[in-house]
Structure formats: structure tokens, C-alpha cells
């Protein structure tokens, strides 16, 4: 939390944001822009590992409070892939275009379900940690058809249909995710209006109705390699026969991910890899 120096917060919003949220309060001069967002810049990028660079572009001399919400996130694979299998391999972006990867590959015993309904194959890997990653990989075609059925139903039938299954051979590309974004016009779609217009009250703050937001932004990076995953966020393979089924899963084509922690079964980070080339 960065103040304007001079601004007087009320004691709850201090207290409940210390408590609540483990919230630190900034003294800040925002009447120099460029020296303020230089200061929340280096702030997060520090926080985060270097992962969040710039998450602010601009800030303005009317700045008087800036709130600051990040989540870092690193942590390896409970079975590791052998970054002597990994190869470079076709990935499918589009119809039209193809680009060369390196494609770490696996074969393990792990949490797997095939989703004819909505025609999708998941497969759950996890972490020392025992948090996971849920890669979801839409049959050709059906990206779009999936992303519009993405909700909180959806990912609770997926959690609770995965069992543990032998995947004899996993293939899954190296990848880095990097992207910034303006919330206001998303928010604005999704009702929250008031706070941004005249007829914001965000008296909790100070005791008074002269506040407005003036801008939300969220910023996000992921990283996926042998090792496990980074984001801002021993190998032991069982060997066992299968007479009649041996399964493949390629992750070769546009996929998601989402990182669900364990214990609160919250997912941290969701996103969409469209061409693993670029971050």
C-alpha cells in the first residue's frame, strides 16, 4: 500500500488491511510520478523475483493511493522430467502455422481424466509442495468451445473426475507465460462501475467521498521447465505392466493451465499457452 504523504488513513482500514491482507503502508510522494512508479516498480520486481518488471506504466501527479496485490509462486515437480529426453518438436499454434519447441517428455503414474462431454484431455502434475498444475488440452477445434465453459462447475467436476492413471508417454513444452493488463474496461463489463465515476464512496478509506479508482492493472508470469514451475509463481518413476491400453498424451497444440494450491484448493494462476516461442 503506497500513501500520498500527508494522506490520513482511517485506523479500521489500516488495521483490517495489516490484518487481513499483511499489508504494508508507504509513504509516498506521487506529486513526482515518475519517481513514485519507479518506487512501486522496483518494489513488486523485487517482490516477485524479477518476474513482474514494469507493472505500472504510467502513474499521475492526482495519484494519492496505490494498492499492490502480488503472489510469487516456485516450486518443483515431484517426479522431474530428465532434461536429456527433452527435444525439439513440432507445435501446431494454428491450422496455418507450426513452430519448433523443446518438448520435455515423461512417463509416470498421475491424476488424468478424459472429458468426452466437453472433449478435452486433463492431466494433473504435482509438486514437492503437493500443489498442481492442471494442464487441460481441448481436442482440435474445441479452444474456444472450452474457454466459454470455464467455470467454477466446470473446474470442480475436472478436480473430482481425475484419478490416478499411467500416462506412458507425456509430452509437454518448455514455456514461459508474460502478460499486462488494464482491468478497468473488463470491470466495467462485469458491473463494477460506481468506482470509478463521481459517485465512487470509498469513505472507508479516509472518512471522506473524494476518492475515485483511476486505474487497475495485473501483471502475471509463468515459467515451466524440467524442474518444475516459476511463477509471480529426486525423480522416482514406478514402472508397471498394462496389457491392453497404453496411453499418450502431446501437449502439441494450444492448451491451458491452471496452479491450485493444496490446502485452500484456490487456483493462483489460470492462463492460456497459444505459442510456447513466446513469452
Not at 491400453?245 to 501437449?251: D, K, L, S
Request: with cysteine; net charge negative.
Amino acid at each position: 500500500m503506497f500513501v500520498q504523504e500527508g494522506l490520513k488513513l482511517l485506523d479500521k482500514f489500516r488495521e483490517d488491511a495489516r490484518v487481513l491482507y499483511s499489508s504494508e503502508a508507504f509513504s509516498t510522494n506521487f506529486r513526482d510520478p515518475e519517481a513514485a512508479k519507479s518506487l512501486i516498480n522496483d518494489y513488486v520486481k523485487n517482490k516477485t523475483q524479477g518476474k513482474i518488471e514494469e507493472l505500472f506504466k504510467v502513474l499521475t501527479p492526482e495519484t494519492v493511493l496505490v494498492l499492490v496485490n502480488y503472489i510469487y509462486f516456485k516450486a518443483q515437480w515431484k517426479t522431474r522430467f530428465d532434461p536429456k529426453h527433452t527435444e525439439q518438436a513440432e507445435f501446431h499454434v494454428s491450422k496455418n502455422e507450426t513452430v519448433e519447441v523443446p518438448m520435455m517428455t515423461l512417463d509416470l503414474k498421475t491424476p488424468y481424466f478424459r472429458d468426452k462431454e466437453l472433449g478435452c484431455t486433463l492431466v494433473e502434475l504435482t509438486y514437492t509442495s503437493n500443489d498442481s498444475a492442471l494442464f487441460i488440452l481441448p481436442d482440435e477445434g474445441k479452444m474456444q468451445d472450452l474457454e466459454a465453459k470455464l467455470i467454477p462447475e466446470t473446474l470442480r467436476r475436472w478436480r473430482e473426475s481425475l484419478h490416478p492413471s499411467r500416462i506412458h508417454e507425456l509430452y509437454l513444452p518448455k514455456f514461459s507465460i508474460k502478460s499486462n493488463y488494464e482491468l478497468n474496461d473488463i470491470l466495467f463489463q462485469l458491473g463494477i462501475k460506481k468506482i470509478f465515476t463521481d459517485a465512487a464512496d470509498l469513505s472507508g478509506v479516509t472518512g471522506t467521498r473524494n476518492l475515485v479508482v483511476s486505474q487497475v492493472v495485473h501483471g502475471a508470469a509463468l515459467d515451466v521447465d524440467e524442474e518444475g514451475t516459476e511463477g509471480a509463481a529426486a525423480t522416482g518413476i514406478s514402472i508397471e505392466k498394462l496389457a491392453f491400453q497404453r496411453t499418450t498424451v502431446r501437449f502439441d497444440r494450444p492448451f491451458l493451465i491452471a496452479i491450485v494450491l493444496k490446502d485452500t484448493q484456490s487456483i493462483i494462476f489460470l492462463g492460456k499457452v497459444t505459442n510456447p516461442t513466446q513469452a
